[in-house]
């Protein structure tokens, strides 16, 4: 079984800093690139971030320059290092993998929660 579990979201005030952590288990964790999604409220779930089985990063505009996504392979693990955050970063934070970049996202985590005061 595939699981995706986040942690290390909080409350943070405007220019703090938070990581993010995805464990994932039941999957060749290596083989998967992973990305990273938030939903605000109201708002669509949007793709920000991914990193590719191969360590190749990507960003969206909004978050370049702030937000860094690396992966542990020996812990399974992928990180997203959050600096100098804003109030509009508010959003639940998620997960996912895939085999290949031409693959939809298949699996997904819970997400985490952060919350960015101003």
């Known amino acids: 079984q595939v699981q995706l579990v986040e942690s290390g979201g909080g409350l943070v005030q405007a220019g703090g800093s938070l990581r993010l952590s995805c464990a994932a288990s039941g999957l060749g964790f290596s083989s998967y690139g992973m990305g990273w999604f938030r939903q605000a409220p109201g708002n669509e779930r949007e793709w920000f971030a991914s990193?590719?089985?191969?360590?190749?990063?990507e960003y969206a505009d909004s978050v370049r320059g702030r937000f860094t996504v690396y992966r542990d392979t020996n812990k399974n693990t992928v990180y997203l290092q959050m600096n100098s955050l804003k109030p509009e970063d508010t959003a639940l934070y998620s997960c996912?993998?895939?085999?290949?970049?031409?693959?939809?996202?298949?699996?997904w985590g819970q997400g985490t929660q952060v919350t960015v005061s101003s």
């Open positions: 996912a993998a895939r085999l290949s970049p031409f693959d939809v996202y298949k699996f």
């Open positions: 990193i590719s089985s191969r360590s190749i990063t």
